[in-house]
């Protein structure tokens, strides 16, 4: 192909819709990501107010308690571990000699007040 032909077929137009796609995609990303974020502080609320009221439990017993899906379990792993980092939340290891590959799954997430540590 020619430089001349290249530059006629491929000219403004193509740049311009190159352009508009690419804010759009950009756009809906944003939303998505906002929505996504805003559901996982929901969910944390939720879970913070269960163990509240229960007391400590593992990450499958809060997603059944809450109605978390298995594709925002990730999420809400997420949001528990920020809630830990911040203090608000205590994890509680399984002891020790525990199976490897069922540490993440039987991790426990607690109130800091319900081990009698006072926040």
Do not use: C, W
């Amino acid at each position: 192909m020619t430089p001349d032909l290249a530059a006629r077929t491929f000219g403004a137009e193509m740049d311009t819709s190159a352009i508009v796609v690419g804010i759009v995609i950009v756009v809906l990303s944003g939303v998505v990501m906002s929505l996504l974020v805003k559901g996982q502080r929901k969910k944390a609320e939720a879970a913070f107010a269960m163990l509240a009221a229960r007391g400590p439990m593992t990450l499958d017993e809060l997603t059944a308690a809450t109605g978390t899906n298995f594709v925002m379990k990730g999420y809400l792993m997420q949001a528990l571990d920020g809630l830990a980092s911040e203090g608000k939340l205590e994890k509680i290891a399984p002891p020790a000699g525990h199976p490897r590959l069922r540490i993440l799954r039987d991790t426990k997430y607690g109130l800091p007040a319900a081990r009698g540590v006072s926040s």
